[in-house]
């Protein structure tokens, strides 16, 4: 298992900070921890993402297909945060870039 950090400035959005650890080999996600100066609600919703994150493969849209899902049948509002700004946050983890 392999770990990374990240903070990211959503375009138009809040900061982003991304806790990663990830298997190298299978470009999975392992844990995911998702924290900063943006706003969820309802507020515990945020463990219901990092859950859905893992045992995704780490491909941008991947990742923000998982967060839509989420957010979507959980009905959870996401205020200076987006699915692609997390896929983004958490790519740079990595150390890859998709913007």
Not at 10 to 36: A, F, M, N, R, S
Not at 40 to 45: D, G, K, L, R, Y
Not at 84 to 97: D, H, M, P, S, Y
Request: proline content about 3%.
């Amino acid at each position: 298992m392999k770990t990374g950090n990240s903070v990211y400035k959503i375009p138009q959005g809040k900061l982003l900070k991304v806790k990663l650890t990830w298997d190298e080999t299978t470009q999975v996600i392992h844990v995911v921890q998702l924290y900063g100066d943006f706003f969820i609600h309802p507020e515990t919703s945020l463990e219901l993402i990092e859950q859905a994150l893992r045992s995704v493969l780490l491909e941008a849209d991947l990742i923000a297909q998982a967060v839509s899902k989420v957010v979507e049948t959980y009905e959870i509002q996401l205020f200076g945060i987006t699915p692609e700004g997390i896929a983004q946050g958490i790519l740079l983890c990595i150390g890859e870039k998709t913007v």
